[in-house]
């Protein structure tokens, strides 16, 4: 008796840790239920009594099965806790109105041992509902089978415990997705509305073109976020693989940020590779993940530069947000590290904390969910938030990652001697362009102003010139009828984050021979920088390869 007791017990168990939202009064109609199948024929029902410190009670018992009413088995609870004895039997032969309609004959009740962590002051009698009358062998046979449970609840208290906590999670958490997807869904429309009706106001008003794109920005960010929670976005992320590029991740959600950096007198400083960064994590939980901690260096830093670096490793990709400002405090950090061991309390008093707290703790979880690692070191005058991502292999396949790896970082032939010049007041991006076509093998100067720049070009008349549409001296306009009314043939390309048909058609007009939108595909820029200077059986050694695959890269 004793070992199917123990099998119906582990089976109610694994029902219950399958089907319950953390019932504990489920939990015990499994175990009256397997009980029952356990000991049947011998007894014709079984049931479940308890009650708790504050008078509540559960009547568990299974479905289907005929047992004497909840009152009476109460009932029964109350007598045997207040006599004090173990076991007690209840010979309903002359009881004709339970014994007519329940048939019942006799009742066994026995009171059964509930530890404390089930329930501080909770008792408990098992029932057993007798056709006929009972039998020592029967009575002594219930006092075993509680006896195993209560030897049984006492060893598993910690799993039911667990389980049941697990499992109200999880059933809060179903809720709150389906929530989440009702006010995506309730979101989305009016963000769509809002769209057309700028659509409209930018054709009708061109002034505002500057300003509707950036808002037209903010509003795919905000609908990508929305779609993330609709059925049609959870299935797609389910069946596709999850990889995204980190460095374009980055340059993304740091383009949204640039206006407030700028106006808050906050620069950008680049340390990122030039190969491939993919990483294997969903590329709407990283951007949200580094918009949540770039906001928060932004907002409370009080900083003159948030520096971005990007470090690719073997195994993993580590992108780092670091600024130089007044540090997060340390009782923010103590919440966050009590609320890895997951105390409610500390959870609680994050969520309460406005400003670094809340960021750090939502981008931490974001990172974790993908498989990833999010650390915060802090002190005063430097904070560094890292995080670390698997590495995996880009979109396009191993075979043609690696040899556009190799395309994009191969010097150039020593007989090419192609030479450059950057024209940018943006310091920080002629950096990276400087070091991308430097690294390919071609001749690079750059300089911030026009003025500079013609007065370099005197001395070297084949340079070709990557030059930004707007600088405070004029920029690419300026520098095109300079070098039109000198009758320089030259090649001119115009890079601009933001310019529209009209400029383009401006720029081809002075003489521009390329134009580059920012973020500059730097593939691209390679194969126009060394396009005149190669042999023609020099294109079958990697340049058509640039040329077939340029518009994927982003990097500068």
Known sequence: MTGRVTQALEKALGAWSAITDGDIGEF??????ELHHAIAPGFAGVALVTRGADGAGIVARPRGVSALPDETLRGFLTEAVASGGACKVKDHALDTVRFIDAHFRTSIVVVARVPAALGQGTDMVVWAGLLAGATPKLIAEMRAVTEELSRWLESNSATLLATRE???RMSDARQRIGEMTSVAHDVRAPLAALSYLLSDLTRTHPSIADDA??????ISYIDGLMEGFSPAGCERSSDSAVQCDVVAALRRVASRFARQALDGGISFGWDVPYEDTFAAIDSLALERALTNTLGNAIKHSRTSE????VVQEERFVIARIVDCGVGIPRSVLERIALADSGADAALDSVRATAGWGVGLLSSKSLVERGGGCFRVRSTEGHTCVEIEVPRAEAACGKG???????????????YSQARVVLVDDDVEHSVSLTRVLRRAGLV?????????TLGYLRDDPSAKIVCDARMPDGGAER???????????????VMSGDADDESLYRFAA????EFFSKPIDAERLLAWAIADNLPESSSLDGIGAIERERGERFIA
């Open 213 to 218: 794109r950036k808002i037209q920005a903010e």
């Open 479 to 493: 520098l095109l009828k300079a070098l039109r009314g000198s009758g320089s043939s030259r090649s001119v390309a």
């Open 400 to 414: 043609e990652r690696n040899e556009k790896s190799v395309c994009a970082t191969r010097p150039a032939p020593a």
């Open 166 to 168: 697990s499992r109200r």
């Open 28 to 33: 015990l109609r499994q175990v009256a239920t």
């Open 510 to 513: 002075l003489g521009a021979s």
């Open 444 to 452: 690079t100067r750059s300089f911030e102003s026009v003025d500079a």
């Open 306 to 309: 948030v520096r971005f670096e």
